[in-house]
């Protein structure tokens, strides 16, 4: 049984490996605008209230 833990321990620990950045390269920097404004507008009102001091924009 503790085998049975430790093999599901660390298989759930090792989902933390498959997280990734997505980054997006842009033609131009009126893309990127578009791309931020699209982004902020389909994110919940709760979110947009509550972002990060250091987020730039």
């Known amino acids: 049984m503790k085998r ?3 093999i599901l321990c660390g298989l759930m620990l090792s ?3 498959w997280a ?3 980054t997006y390269q842009f033609e131009s920097v009126a893309q990127e605008e ?3 404004d699209l982004t902020a507008s389909l994110r919940c009102p709760n979110a947009r ?3 990060s ?3 730039t924009r």
Do not use: E, G, S, V
């Open 4 to 6: 049975f833990l430790f």
């Open 20 to 22: 990734a950045i997505d």
């Open 49 to 51: 209230t509550t972002a």
């Open 34 to 36: 578009q791309y931020r």
């Open 53 to 55: 001091p250091t987020q």
């Open 15 to 17: 989902f933390i490996l």
